[in-house]
């Protein structure tokens, strides 16, 4: 979605954000089914959640202090290394 959001001239932080809240929104719900057929343990999975929490907070303060113009010259750079290590790890 976040090629989408760009290429329609959406400004980058908020495509960024849409494209969390959409992403989030599924992890949620997978999280949530595994942890309701007992695939998980929650007392396991505690310090990898808090890490992912302070993960998070971390980056929507980074890119809030970015400016505009460098996320939109940056993020197209990013998602292509993220499809050539996708594709190495297939």
């Avoid at 932080?13 to 929650?42: E, K, P």
Wanted: net charge negative.
């Amino acid at each position: 979605m976040l090629p989408v959001f760009l290429a329609a001239g959406v400004p980058p932080h908020l495509a960024l954000g849409a494209n969390m809240l959409q992403s989030s929104a599924g992890t949620l719900a997978a999280a949530y089914a595994f942890v309701r057929q007992g695939q998980v343990n929650l007392r396991e999975a505690a310090p990898g959640l808090v890490c992912t929490m302070v993960g998070a907070v971390g980056g929507v303060v980074a890119v809030q202090h970015l400016a505009a113009t460098l996320l939109t010259d940056v993020l197209p750079l990013v998602l292509a290394l993220d499809e050539q290590s996708d594709r190495k790890c297939t």
